[in-house]
């Protein structure tokens, strides 16, 4: 049944006042709370719920808080749940009333929200950040005309891939689906197998290579064994008891289940790949997993999926950002991507600013209104756009904060529609650092400025409310430029309290200033 709104004077035993009442109306994470638009998600959310049947949804804006909480500060679903009930902060965020003691939702309620919503409401909600930024004046209409774009990888959760390791698992995973269906097998190798396994590790260690290739040839005999005594099982000329009565459920699973065993045990047979053939698997519980080079000197290989990511040349707020699972060239991402950024902000960019991998996406002018720069280059372009396509490389570290802070660099959700769904929410979640910090620092400013009006009521302590943040605000972004305010605003602070401390050292006397004040 579809979510209702959530009651916004729920009956209580005992009075307790809201959340709105005591929580500092200057915390930038309720600014930001009421900055979201949570009705527009609910209006598009709850469309996707039945609207008569079943017990009715939980509501809308506590899930989506809770994804994006979970996108902004790196937890998982219980550990995001499991510290929910902690966080008065958290609680007004995800749409509570009233302070409340116990888990809102049990963690596969939010598996099973991004199921239900998809890869359209995971941008969905990237959408809502946009707009917050635009609201709160982190983002102007105008810096949407000017975009960097280039793609990244987005790494999946699974053990580096190796020939003997993949048809140990191949071998497990028929095995056990067979088990469960019914299909007695004529020899499983549960027993052997784990000893072959542990006999080739032991050899690899002690640098005996031959015997190594003896046991890797061992395993992959006994994942061929499987695959036809199954095979032979399953055949439609087969009167066998174990598989007489399988659905056609079973059959299925079985059947994808030795595809890509198949396919592990061909790959192995080829180690180079012939031209119409399939690509190599890297797991067997993610096939979609591919394996993309990225020319970096330290990793020729990433397993994962290409994600494509547009920020905007100032400001770097991430304006669209999508999930390939089949990793095709940098050149054929470049027009979905400005497809998604005209979506997702009603604007169509003037100047996409990329790099050499993008030559030949067959964007010009007479296609399209964007004028796409590559990097070198100077025919064709102004010399606005060739002083602006120097800042093209301000785009590489966004995308290292975003796999750092956010779940990029190692994505833990199943299948294709995993990937495309963190890969946006992961922009989601930049965009959400972004405005807490902004907001934080336009905070320190009102400080600064509020400090420094000597001509008002105890000026000597909003002077020191002034130079405190200034050092916050230096500290803070952390540039050359304003190293000068920084050791000034420092200097200021430990001279002002240097007569409380006279024993101390002038280290000293900072250190126990930054712990009382800051």
């Known amino acids: 049944m579809q979510p209702k709104l959530a009651d916004a004077t729920p009956e209580l035993p005992f009075d307790l006042p809201p959340l709105a009442q005591w929580l500092n109306p200057n915390e930038p994470l309720k600014i930001l709370a009421d900055t979201i638009d949570w009705a527009a998600a609910h209006e598009r959310f709850a469309p996707s719920y039945c609207a008569k049947n079943g017990r009715p949804g939980l509501p809308i804006r506590l899930l989506a808080g809770l994804e994006y909480l979970k996108q902004t500060y790196k937890y998982s679903d219980e550990a995001i749940v499991a510290a929910w009930p902690q966080n008065p902060y958290w609680q007004y965020f995800c749409g509570e009333t009233y302070f409340t003691h116990t888990r809102p939702i049990d963690p596969s309620q939010m598996t099973r929200f991004r199921h239900r919503i998809g890869a359209d409401g995971a941008t969905y909600l990237l959408k809502l950040t946009i707009d917050a930024?635009?609201?709160?004046?982190?983002?102007?209409?105008?810096?949407?005309?000017?975009?960097i774009i280039d793609t990244t990888v987005q790494v999946k959760a699974i053990a580096p891939p190796t020939d003997t390791q993949l048809c140990f698992k191949a071998r497990v995973s028929l095995t056990r689906i067979a088990q469960k269906c019914g299909i007695k097998l004529k020899q499983s190798f549960v027993r052997i197998g784990k000893k072959t396994?542990?006999?080739?590790?032991?050899?690899?260690?002690?640098?005996?290579?031959?015997?190594?290739?003896?046991?890797?040839?061992?395993?992959?005999?006994?994942?061929?064994?499987?695959?036809g005594d199954i095979e032979r099982k399953l055949s439609l000329d087969c009167t066998h008891?174990?598989?007489?009565?399988?659905?056609?459920?079973?059959?299925k699973r079985i059947g994808q289940t030795l595809?890509?065993?198949?396919?592990?045990?061909?790959?192995?047979?080829?180690?180079?790949r012939q031209e119409g053939a399939p690509r190599k698997l890297a797991s067997v519980h993610a096939p979609e997993v591919t394996f993309i080079a990225k020319g970096k000197a330290n990793k020729k290989w990433e397993t994962?999926?290409?994600?494509s990511i547009a920020v905007t040349r100032e400001g770097g707020v991430v304006v669209a950002m999508c999930s390939y699972p089949e990793a095709p060239h940098d050149k054929d991402t470049l027009a979905p991507t400005l497809v998604q950024i005209k979506d997702n902000t009603g604007v169509t960019p003037a100047l996409a600013l990329v790099d050499r991998g993008y030559g030949g996406h067959g964007i010009t002018a007479a296609n399209s209104d964007t004028t796409i720069a590559k990097s070198g280059q100077t025919k064709g372009l102004t010399l606005e756009q060739q002083q602006k396509l120097k800042q093209r490389s301000a785009i590489e570290p966004a995308i290292g904060h975003i796999k750092s802070d956010g779940f990029l660099g190692r994505n833990y959700l199943k299948g294709e529609i995993g990937d495309a769904i963190n890969a946006v929410m992961c922009g989601a979640g930049w965009n959400l650092r972004k405005l807490l910090r902004y907001l934080w620092e336009r905070f320190l400013l009102l400080l600064l400025a509020f400090g420094r009006a000597r001509s008002t009521p105890y000026g000597a302590w909003r002077r020191v409310l002034a130079m405190m943040a200034t050092f916050l605000c230096c500290q803070h972004k952390n540039n050359l430029r304003q190293n000068t305010k920084l050791r000034a605003a420092k200097n200021d602070l430990t001279h002002l309290f240097a007569p409380e401390y006279p024993q101390f050292g002038l280290k000293q006397k900072w250190g126990v200033i930054q712990g009382r004040l800051i």
Do not use: F, M, P
Not at 241 to 251: D, F, G, I, P, Y
């Open 133 to 147: 930024s635009l609201q709160l004046e982190l983002l102007k209409t105008c810096d949407i005309e000017d975009v």
């Open 197 to 227: 396994l542990y006999r080739y590790s032991k050899s690899v260690h002690r640098k005996n290579y031959k015997e190594a290739r003896k046991q890797a040839r061992i395993l992959k005999t006994q994942l061929n064994r499987i695959i």
């Open 241 to 251: 008891a174990s598989v007489s009565n399988l659905s056609a459920n079973a059959r």
């Open 259 to 272: 595809g890509i065993a198949k396919r592990i045990a061909q790959q192995i047979k080829q180690q180079k």
């Open 304 to 307: 994962g999926s290409k994600v």
